[in-house]
């Protein structure tokens, strides 16, 4: 069981965050509002079609984004998941779980779009090419953790094993993408799929950019409301729990 | 702490053996899903010949999932698993130990059952080598990483369904180089495909020789609390 | 206006795309939010009850 000291620590901290995210998600909110917006006109009207892509390119704006955040929301479940193991930090523990749903739907995204893209590029919806490979696994992982967070209903319990398997999971994917990208020079040449297309000009940069640091701030935002409804939900638990033991 | 071990790994052994199942269920369904493939995918002998290290790999790698359940489950449920934890070896030995006999009572029957379904599926005699090889470098691995998922669903209920859903995407990298240590002697993949295929297998095995006790220790430590 | 919408005869490609991003963030925001808010409302909930039985116990 839990010392008194302990206990304090573990209310103390989910109160101060509390009282700061309050303060922090309405402004931030704002903020990814302007830089989305800013980053869509950027990306429908304000940059040319690309000389080789044409107008395809408008859904590299949504597909890089969501493929960078695929793997940014993983590492920071990843980071705070072993926070959350080796302190014990309660807050830690919420972050990841709070983390693990956004990530899973980006990569979905990322995954569709990159199939919307490859239609009109490569004649196919879908290549086993190493990147789409590579993200469809990690999305298998992200639906695990998710899983297994969902199968453990106390989530003191839930805490220990969801962090030991993000932290697998975090050592696997670079070897998962390795092996992938190995298997893929294996079955098909290089040359036939050439997915970096052409080299990124600068009026690309712009709109990527943009969107990259608008879907970044999405994040942010949606895992401190995520975050603040789990501590909440823990809160309810225990007061739940203190009325039935009497 | 050798002889502790041991005597963990035979006691092991002996109730995979005399609760039956185990090992040969395992074979049954490696067995059951490769005719079953072949069956769907017709009966035509040169294309089965082709993808057979593709079938075989995928079957051993479903079949060693079935018994991932039981590693841990029982001993938590009988209160073993906690004597075991108080005993003088580190839960992490504890793990490695147990997760050794998985292999040795399901990878191993399932690599000996491998070469007998090669030759349902018209595999050329020339691939026998290299994917035995394979799968003799590659079942420790799945059984090592296979309990870390066991270890984490250890006190969930339906537990064996989710630890293979938690696995699997860990098991590509083996699958992925145990396929393509066969692929240059089926379909003339370039010179050395083997050997390279062979020693990334085997850094994945000694990988996760180490990550597979170390997590699932981590796993039970909080299945016993 | 409309070769706006045609997108280079890629309208097909482009705009499912833009389609399920606003999906995904309208979807993300939804769950998000409304799981907020019930708990919120759980917290009041519980918290009034206790207020209100509080009294008693104590006199």
Known sequence: ?246 | MGRAIAALIARDLRLAVRAGGGGGMAVFFFLITVSVVAVGVGPNLSLLAQIAPGILWVALLLSSLLTLERLFQADLEDGTLDLLAMGPLPLEVIAAAKAFSHWLTTGLPLLVAAPLLGLLLNLPVNVFPPLILSMAIGTPALSFLGAIGAALTVGVRRGGLLASLLVVPFYVPVLIFGVGAADEAISGAPPGVMMQALSFLGAVTLASLVIGPVAAAAGLRAALK | MAEFFYMGGYAAFVWPSYGLAALVFIGVIWQSVTDLRAQKRLVDKLETRRRDRKPEGGA
């Open chain 1, 1 to 246: 069981m839990l010392t008194a000291s302990q206990r304090l620590q573990a209310f103390a901290n989910p109160t101060r965050f509390m009282a700061l995210s309050g303060r922090l998600v309405a402004p931030l909110g704002v903020l990814t509002a302007v830089v989305m917006a800013a980053g869509l006109y950027f990306a429908l009207f304000a940059s040319p079609p690309d000389y080789q892509q044409g107008e395809t390119v408008r859904i590299m704006y949504i597909h890089v984004p969501s493929a960078w955040l695929s793997l940014f929301v993983y590492s920071v479940m990843a980071v705070s998941s072993g926070v959350a193991l080796v302190f014990r930090h309660p807050i830690a523990d919420v972050c990841a779980k709070a983390a693990a749903p956004i990530g899973a739907a980006f990569t979905f995204l990322a995954l569709v779009t990159g199939s919307l893209w490859g239609e009109p590029m490569w004649g196919t919806w879908w290549v086993w090419d190493a990147r789409l490979t590579s993200v469809l696994i990690l999305f298998f992982i992200y639906l695990g953790y998710m899983a297994l967070r969902a199968t453990i209903d106390d989530p003191h319990a839930a805490t220990r094993p969801a962090a030991v398997l993000a932290l697998v999971g975090f050592v696997n994917v670079p070897i998962i993408h390795y092996s992938v990208n190995w298997w893929n020079t294996l079955h098909q040449p290089a040359s036939v799929f050439r997915m970096d297309g052409p080299t990124v000009a600068s009026s690309m940069l712009v709109p990527l950019m943009t969107l990259a640091i608008g879907f970044t701030l999405f994040f942010f935002v949606m895992l401190l409301v995520r975050m603040r409804a789990e501590v909440l939900r823990r809160r309810v638990r225990a007061m739940s729990l203190r009325r039935a033991e009497g």
